[in-house]
């Protein structure tokens, strides 16, 4: 579905941010990326999504190439990005914010079938339909954020941290829905300091280290291996 192959970014005229990087997203699979903060696992997302400056080696999105797209085309692939900090518009009711996640869809009537999608998906962000997305929660937010990347069908879903700032409670509503998203047939990549969780719902994790991989595996294997518990989990 994704595979990035040996990629080397960084921004602008900046130094090297991720070297080498190998990484697979097979249909139906959450893959999570879990690292220290600053290890790029940001920018591996904004790497496929076009926002940075890619240096050396390839990504496809199936058979075609997508590095050297512009971000316009590879949304237009089926590539959906939720950025870290539920990046909304406050000012906009959730149904404009919506109809912004849909900018590249002319047809009208697409537009409000996805809506109606989008809303059955997420009931409780119905009743905030009209309302400014100003005066929403954290969670719901998210939702909404989600919502946006979700009105264009993505066949790729990339979610960075999709859990930060929310309480235990809301964040396991969030990390439901995503399931959901993956078994109605979109592969998502989750960058995630909740790593535990994260890797709970996924297929595979990559442990990234200094803008490199640093170890790939199971997800169900990450979680028991004893190094990675103690660096990254918060377990001993
Ligand atoms: N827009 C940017 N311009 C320049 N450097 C950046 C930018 N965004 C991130 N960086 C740098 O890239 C490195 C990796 O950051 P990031 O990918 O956000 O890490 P992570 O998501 O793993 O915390 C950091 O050193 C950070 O300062
Ligand atoms: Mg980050």
Redesign the pocket.
Do not use: W
């Given at each position: 579905m994704l595979e990035i192959k040996n990629l080397t970014a960084?921004?602008?005229q900046?130094p090297d941010?991720?070297k080498n990087i190998n990484l697979t997203l097979l249909e139906n699979e959450i893959v999570t990326?879990i690292?220290?903060?600053?290890?790029?696992?940001?920018?591996?997302?904004?790497s496929i999504f076009g926002l940075?400056n890619l240096r050396k080696g390839e990504i496809y999105h199936g058979a075609r190439k997508i590095s050297g797209l512009k971000t316009d085309q590879i949304i237009r692939s089926g590539i959906a990005l939720v950025m870290?900090g539920r990046n909304i518009f406050p000012d906009l009711t959730v149904e404009e914010n919506l109809e912004m996640g849909a900018f590249v869809l002319q047809n009208k009537t697409e537009i409000a079938l996805r809506k109606e999608e989008v809303f059955n998906f997420f009931p409780i962000l119905k009743k905030f339909r009209q309302k400014s997305s100003g005066i929403l929660s954290g969670g719901e937010r998210q939702m909404v954020a989600i919502s946006m990347a979700l009105m264009l069908s993505p066949e790729v879903l990339l979610l960075?941290?999709p859990s930060i700032g929310l309480s235990p409670k809301i964040a396991e509503e969030v990390f439901e829905k995503i399931q959901k998203i993956r078994d109605s047939g979109t592969s998502i990549l989750i960058?995630e300091q909740n790593a535990i969780k994260a890797l709970e719902i996924s297929n595979r994790g990559y442990v990234?280290e200094l803008?490199e991989n640093a170890l790939e595996d199971k997800a169900s294997e990450l979680l028991l291996n004893p190094k990675i518990c103690e660096l990254y989990l918060g377990k001993s």
């Amino acid at each position: 579905m994704l595979e990035i192959k040996n990629l080397t970014a960084g921004y602008k005229q900046g130094p090297d941010i991720i070297k080498n990087i190998n990484l697979t997203l097979l249909e139906n699979e959450i893959v999570t990326i879990i690292g220290p903060n600053g290890a790029g696992k940001s920018t591996i997302l904004l790497s496929i999504f076009g926002l940075t400056n890619l240096r050396k080696g390839e990504i496809y999105h199936g058979a075609r190439k997508i590095s050297g797209l512009k971000t316009d085309q590879i949304i237009r692939s089926g590539i959906a990005l939720v950025m870290q900090g539920r990046n909304i518009f406050p000012d906009l009711t959730v149904e404009e914010n919506l109809e912004m996640g849909a900018f590249v869809l002319q047809n009208k009537t697409e537009i409000a079938l996805r809506k109606e999608e989008v809303f059955n998906f997420f009931p409780i962000l119905k009743k905030f339909r009209q309302k400014s997305s100003g005066i929403l929660s954290g969670g719901e937010r998210q939702m909404v954020a989600i919502s946006m990347a979700l009105m264009l069908s993505p066949e790729v879903l990339l979610l960075d941290e999709p859990s930060i700032g929310l309480s235990p409670k809301i964040a396991e509503e969030v990390f439901e829905k995503i399931q959901k998203i993956r078994d109605s047939g979109t592969s998502i990549l989750i960058v995630e300091q909740n790593a535990i969780k994260a890797l709970e719902i996924s297929n595979r994790g990559y442990v990234l280290e200094l803008g490199e991989n640093a170890l790939e595996d199971k997800a169900s294997e990450l979680l028991l291996n004893p190094k990675i518990c103690e660096l990254y989990l918060g377990k001993s």
